[in-house]
T-cell receptor, first 114, second 117 residues
Framework: KQEVTQIPAALSVPEGENLVLNCSFTDSAIYNLQWFRQDPGKGLTSLLLIQSSQREQTSGRLNASLDKSSGRSTLYIAASQPGDSATYLCAVGRANFGNEKLTFGTGTRLTIIP | DAGVIQSPRHEVTEMGQEVTLRCKPISGHNSLFWYRQTMMRGLELLIYFNNNVPIDDSGMPEDRFSAKMPNASFSTLKIQPSEPRDSAVYFC???????????????FGEGSRLTVL
């Protein structure tokens, strides 16, 4: 059974700093990996999707990497801003099932200090 | 596009009452998911539809839960009778599927927060 872990559960950093969020998974037979952002009382917003054949994806100040063999993904946020404060979740799609069998991590709650 | 639309946003009900949650997926998407989020268990997939057909309902907790998708633009999740342990945020998500596996990004609604007293 796939298990997805995100450590730390919470992180506070000063505005302007670069930061890395971590996601690890136990079964490397994945279809894809997605990073989501969740604001309090809101739904999830997809940030980046990495297919299993890819190593990384970039969108603006965000860069996500994937290392299937070690079961790890990182989300790099450059030049952090207070608006980046949210909970970030990673989700792993099972091979041959894609998004049908997503396993979510419990998230990292990020606070950017002005 | 308006995104995935869910209603109601908040529902407070008493134990034993029927609860119906509604979802309108993004136009053109052919896959629809119902998730439940709690502090203890995180996000859990309840059921998944593809082209209006339920594909996997193994996550539905028990017979008190049922879901329907009568057409491509509407789905319901019903709980009857409701219990306090059903209190959670219920999310609907949609995506585009090409072939067997769901390949596109998931787009989530803002959720329906259910409280069962």
């Amino acid at each position: 059974k796939q298990e997805v872990t995100q450590i730390p559960a919470a992180l506070s950093v000063p505005e302007g700093e670069n930061l890395v969020l971590n996601c690890s998974f136990t079964d490397s037979a994945i279809y894809n990996l997605q990073w989501f952002r969740q604001d309090p009382g809101k739904g999830l917003t997809s940030l980046l999707l990495i297919q299993s054949s890819q190593r990384e994806q970039t969108s603006g100040r965000l860069n996500a990497s994937l290392d299937k063999s070690s079961g790890r993904s990182t989300l790099y946020i450059a030049a952090s801003q207070p608006g980046d404060s949210a909970t970030y979740l990673c989700a792993v799609g099972r091979a041959n099932f894609g998004n049908e069998k997503l396993t979510f991590g419990t998230g990292t709650r990020l606070t950017i200090i002005p | 596009d308006a995104g995935v639309i869910q209603s109601p946003r908040h529902e407070v009900t008493e134990m034993g009452q029927e609860v119906t949650l509604r979802c309108k997926p993004i136009s053109g998407h052919n896959s629809l998911f119902w998730y439940r989020q709690t502090m203890m268990r995180g996000l859990e997939l309840l059921i998944y539809f593809n082209n209006n057909v339920p594909i996997d309902d193994s996550g539905m907790p028990e017979d008190r839960f049922s879901a329907k998708m009568p057409n491509a633009s509407f789905s319901t999740l019903k709980i009857q009778p409701s219990e306090p342990r059903d209190s959670a945020v219920y999310f609907c998500a949609s995506s585009w599927t090409s072939g067997r596996a769901v390949t596109g990004e998931l787009f989530f609604g803002e959720g329906s927060r259910l409280t069962v007293l």
